[in-house]
């Protein structure tokens, strides 16, 4: 059975962004403060050693009943049977990914363009990540797209969508007034100094601007 979905407080993280701490760690203290989805984007790791750190953070999510979503490595999720994948443009296409990963997992897809919108198999898919929202460090190629752009591929998206790109707790309330129904964070949390306080002012956020 297809894992729930909730994208208000989405995680995106790998070892690039936890300089000198665990993701594991940081990814159960979000969890456990209301973070609804995690996602490992790992961008330095060897096939193995991804493999290694998803299947810890699938032992450490699951009692927590937050689902795991592997960027763009399909190989990655289906070694450790993950709850699901996220691709982007210029990953494999989502209707291939749909194919190899079945009916019973989430599958995300980025999208940043009227075009790519248009070109979606939105039936292959469960979700959108739409941005980037703001300017962004986290993705060399992220053209800011700014709220007026964000809101119009959102209310065309007949999908759920999850905001990402450059949010952070002072704009997060933005995403959210847009239309998304939830809000993707990378530094606001791995980031911060206090990673539980974060993410439970980013789950009000999203609450309250619902």
């Known amino acids: 059975m297809k894992p729930s979905l909730d994208l208000s407080v989405y995680l995106v993280l790998g ?5 000198g701490q665990d993701p594991v760690e940081i990814a159960v203290t979000a969890a456990k403060n209301g973070a609804t989805v995690v996602q490992l984007r790992d961008k330095t790791g060897s096939t193995r050693q991804q493999v290694e750190l998803a299947e810890r953070l699938m032992t450490a999510l699951q009692p927590l009943g937050v689902p795991l979503i592997i960027n763009d490595r399909v190989d990655v999720a289906l070694a450790v049977d993950a709850d ?8 494999m296409d ?7 990963i079945g009916p019973g997992k989430l599958l995300g897809l980025s999208v940043c363009t009227q075009e790519a919108l248009d070109a979606a198999d939105l039936a292959a898919c469960d979700y959108l990540g739409i941005g980037a929202c703001f300017p962004t460090n986290s993705k060399d190629d992220a053209a800011n797209m700014g709220m007026r752009s964000f809101a119009e591929l959102t209310s065309q998206a007949r999908l759920p969508v999850v905001g990402i790109g450059g949010i952070s707790l002072e ?8 239309g998304a129904d939830g809000v993707a964070i ?6 911060s100094a206090n990673p539980a306080q974060a993410t439970q002012k980013l789950r009000e956020i999203v609450k309250s601007g619902k």
Do not use: Y
């Not at 989502?94 to 190899?100: F, G, M, N, S």
């Not at 990378?186 to 980031?191: D, E, G, N, P, Q």
């Open 186 to 191: 990378i530094s606001a949390i791995c980031a």
């Open 15 to 19: 070892p690039q962004d936890c300089p």
């Open 84 to 91: 699901g994948v996220h691709v982007g443009q210029d990953d």
């Open 171 to 178: 704009n997060a309330d933005q995403v959210i007034k847009a």
């Open 94 to 100: 989502a209707t291939k990914v749909r194919e190899l």
